[in-house]
DNA sequence: CTCTGAGATGTTCACGCTAGCATCACAAAC
DNA sequence: GTTTGTGATGCTAGCGTGAACATCTCAGAG
């Protein structure tokens, strides 16, 4: 209640209770034995200064932070807060609390974040992709603490990973899509340099049509802007440039609603004349008048697990170090069933 | 690159470039003067360990901590990312950084997030709303350093405060309904004790429409779910018991588009029939077959005028403690013009 | 009445770093 | 040669807390 300039330690409670630092400590963490008559005494003291306790001297002295990095490319997709809510879900049980990073898909800058977040000594990482720069993974390794890599599970990992094959996750849709009997098709994405799983999904994704000897037949990229908007104007320029194109994948739910939005607007038969599909399986897609076919990365689960990993390693527990899930398609209203 | 499991510290690349701790730190803050030799030889040695300097005893020591506490109700509707991007963006010109806490729009999770980043001693707060717990209003109080409260400015701030008046935002939005010439008026938003921000827009939408003698027609409240799905389906559910409804106004942009889809799908004419209209402003909306009308809520201006006055703040200079931004009202396609 | 032991409380020191001052080396000025 | 100043470097003393150990108190056993 009382506001000071100079701010509050435990010598301050100590003072105002009437006993030592040390119990003040311990009645403030619960550690140790405590007389009810002196922990009432010290609560009080705490509440009536406005004590918040110093957990960075804590930190120091203990040599524990109950913090865990998490380091994302971004926040404003629906993908990553998914994927958020399950690491907090499950660190809720536990004393360990995330905090975010985010990186906005620069190596650079996931090293720089990185490098930050590790110097406050977290008690574990988990971090997006498999792909770093060489010194954010010598960092990985030289820190001594768990590290999980996710989303992703084609390449090598650090430590622990948990995620779901994105090439695999192209060749199932490519092989759907054939199944189902389309034949021009064309792929709409994100820039891919920096997007490693979409551009693994597209591997996958045009090495199964290879096999059948179809090649995509046009495909177009996007950096930037409403991804509404932008499946949108993707999917009337690629329809204008080849107008017998008969399937349409794109490399997220969020331009595929745009690409959905924009054909039944112009009356084109969805699946029948042209069919679609999305990737994520974002909630969004169930107000669509009709339900986008889909796959679903697992984000939540993906939060999940990799939280559960950090959180054993932690407690001394050996775990998993990689964790393959498996994505299932939907095949929605977009997308012919054979 | 070597793996320790003993973390390094300022002694081991002291011994290792042969200088004296003190100087390592200099070097590696960039402080007080250094010969360039003993730099280069420091820098290498660093590197080579692979030593990463430690935060929580570095601030212990000068007591300043570079971390701005960020503290919102939610990540995953859009509006707050970009709140969120708004404080990033300012404060990467300067040396400060922000930590993101989420309270799911609970005071008491609130209350203990905010008690969670205070004992990590941050160089501000900035936090989301104007209504706190007691307790929570103490703890800024007595924390000593700068809180600028967002969002909001119907009410008094903890110290202060940038956002809009969201009672004259639903005031705005009740005239230019009214002007339209519509009677016959449904509010449809989420459960408000929760929200503050949506019950005051709400309090601001009926007392104006009470000084022409309306009342809300119907109204309908939910919590959870895709809110574009939940959109469809209130939507649906009033016109079933009010079919002479006029006019709708969501109290988010999201659901405001799960209705305009589901109207237009109907085939009812919008806005002759039924208008509408939302709140916020979100990219989402350009994407849609028609434009929703809506209401900027000015969302990164405020991340970046928060931050800018923390940034000020924590520089010594004083600066504005209150700042009311005023949103824009779009009429789009969806509320007839006057 | 003394002894014992467990619960309650206190003391000391280290955690890894930085502020503030002390010291040192060396070049320019006298 | 001596002085002086300045850049370069080192030393010491904490920062606020928690671990480990030391001490004290008091009830119950003998």
């Known amino acids: ?46 509440k009536d200064l406005g004590y918040v306790p110093n957990k960075i001297a804590g930190a120091l002295a203990s040599q524990r932070v109950n ?39 620069l190596p650079e800058k996931e090293e720089k974040v990185l490098y930050e977040m590790l110097s406050w000594r977290p008690s574990g990482v988990i971090i997006a992709g498999l792909e770093h720069t060489e010194a954010a993974r010598a960092m990985m390794n030289a820190s001594g603490i768990p590290v999980v890599e996710i989303m992703d599970a084609d390449g090598e990992a650090v430590d622990a990973m948990v995620g779901i094959s994105h090439r695999r996750a192209g060749r199932v849709m490519a092989a759907s899509i054939l ?16 997007d490693h799983r979409a551009r693994k999904r597209f591997e996958g994704f045009t090495e199964t049509l290879a096999k059948s000897g179809i090649e995509v037949a ?33 490399s997220n739910d ?36 009709r339900q986008l076919a889909t796959m679903d990365a697992c984000r939540r689960e993906i939060g999940v697990k990799a939280a ?14 990689s964790v393959t899930l498996t994505p299932k398609i939907s095949f929605g209203d977009t997308l012919l069933r054979k």
């Open 218 to 250: 046009e495909r177009e990229f996007y950096s930037g802007g409403s991804a509404l908007a932008k499946g949108r104007e993707m999917t009337e320029a690629v329809l204008k440039r080849s107008p017998d194109i008969d399937f349409i994948y794109y």
């Open 179 to 194: 199944e189902a009997g389309y034949k021009k098709i064309a792929f709409l994405g994100t820039k891919m340099p920096l």
């Open 67 to 105: 913090l865990v990095a998490v380091i994302i490319p971004s926040l404003s997709n629906m993908v990553f807060p998914e994927v958020l809510a399950g690491v907090s879900q499950v660190l809720e049980d536990t004393e360990l609390q995330p905090v975010v990073g985010v990186t906005d898909y």
């Open 254 to 289: 969020m331009i595929g609603a745009g690409g959905l939005l924009y054909l039944m607007e112009k009356g084109i038969d969805v699946p029948g004349q042209i069919g679609l599909a999305g990737f994520n399986g974002v909630e969004l897609l169930q107000g669509l008048p």
């Open 308 to 321: 559960e990993i950090i959180a054993s390693r932690v407690n001394g527990d050996d775990t998993d170090k």
């Open 1 to 46: 209640m009382t506001q000071n300039n100079r701010s509050l330690t435990l010598r301050d409670v100590s003072e105002a209770s009437g006993v030592s630092e040390m119990t003040v400590s311990r009645v403030l963490r619960n550690r140790g034995d405590v007389s009810a008559t002196t922990r009432e005494k010290v609560l009080t003291a705490a």
